[in-house]
T-cell receptor, first 116, second 109 residues
């Protein structure tokens, strides 16, 4: 597609349930990021995929969070046993990577997660 | 790791000039970005600096001093639509971009 696509746009779940959030990056972008943004706050880094390199998982807040990426395509962020503190907007971004490009990030519209 | 600081809030008048500062500490540096984020929307790219100096793009300019770990975003001829959050982000050598908490700018008539 023309831009980064995320689904679902909104998700309301009960505490303790698992959720999966999906991100379709811009075709050809080798880098993919997940960030979390709580209401009125900045972007909190979660995980970064770059090509075939091992992902940088240093931002995942607990072992309840995991993410996968299929090649240089779709990524899924999974949150197990959700807690109320997980309520936030989860933003996905992709980038052409480095080299000739500036490496700016192109963001999706986000998935708003509400844990009741 | 990276530590990025920027003011939480700023207010300015329509037609004026405003400067939003960003200071950072990083173990590796490979570029500094500014993004704009309107309420309820995704961030969008504004500017990129990797070398010292000023980059100008229309009403927006961004400055970088790598030795001081300092950048600013300058907005001229402010318009009401410029009311938004402005996010400073630093990219490390491995390509990962880390964001500051953002500066909420309110433009008043």
């Amino acid at each position: 597609g023309a831009g980064v696509s995320q689904s679902p746009s909104n998700k309301v779940t009960e505490k303790g349930k698992d959720v999966e959030l999906r991100c379709d990056p811009i075709s050809g972008h080798t880098a993919l990021y997940w960030y979390r943004q709580r209401l009125g706050q900045g972007l909190e880094f979660l995980i970064y995929f770059q090509g075939n390199s091992a992902p940088d998982k240093s931002g995942l807040p607990s072992d309840r969070f995991s993410a996968e990426r299929t090649g240089e395509s779709v990524s899924t962020l999974t949150i197990q046993r959700t807690q109320q503190e997980d309520s936030a907007v989860y933003l996905c971004a992709s980038s052409p990577g480095q080299g000739r490009n500036t490496g700016e990030l192109f963001f999706g519209e986000g998935s708003r997660l509400t844990v009741l | 790791g990276q530590n990025i600081d920027q003011p939480t809030e700023m207010t300015a008048t329509e037609g004026a000039i405003v400067q939003i500062n960003c200071t950072y500490q990083t173990s590796g540096f490979n570029g500094l970005f500014w993004y704009q984020q309107h309420a309820g929307e995704a961030p969008t790219f504004l500017s990129y600096n990797v070398l010292d100096g000023l980059e100008e793009k229309g009403r927006f300019s961004s400055f970088l001093s790598r030795s001081k770990g300092y950048s600013y975003l300058l907005l001229k001829e402010l318009q009401m639509k410029d009311s938004a959050s402005y996010l400073c982000a630093v990219r490390g050598r491995a390509g990962k971009s880390t964001f500051g908490d953002g500066t909420t700018l309110t433009v008043k008539p």
